[in-house]
Nanobody, 121 residues
């Protein structure tokens, strides 16, 4: 059974930084694409960033230059470093896992419970 557990969300002022973490269990982490998505109130869930097993990345335009996805295969953990945060980044952030091609097809099938990120102006 796949389990994805996020941590690191919270309240931060505009311009600040946060690092989200997601630890996976129940999967062979090293062969999975991992992703971060977010959902703001009244909006659809959207991709933030994704990473292939080999380290290829896919970023939404909204986070390019500010957000960095990384993974530590030894710890079964994927991270999202978020810098220069803006109020419009406020959302619930979800970790996701999918097949090796999911970083570009966005075919993620497993999801964490989400962690709230709130950016105040």
């Amino acid at each position: 059974q796949v389990q994805l557990v996020e941590s690191g969300g919270g309240l931060v002022q505009a311009g600040g930084s946060l690092r989200l973490s997601c630890t996976a269990s129940g999967i062979t982490f090293i062969i999975y694409s991992m992703g971060w998505h977010r959902q703001a109130p009244g909006k659809q869930r959207e991709l933030v960033a994704a990473m292939s097993p080999g380290g290829y990345t896919n970023y939404a335009d909204s986070g390019k230059g500010r957000f960095t996805i990384s993974r530590d295969n030894a710890k079964n953990t994927v991270y999202l470093q978020m810098n220069s945060l803006k109020p419009e980044d406020t959302a619930v952030y979800y970790c996701s896992a999918g097949p090796s091609t999911a970083w570009r097809t966005l075919n993620f099938g497993s999801w964490g419970q989400g962690t709230q990120v709130t950016v105040s102006s």
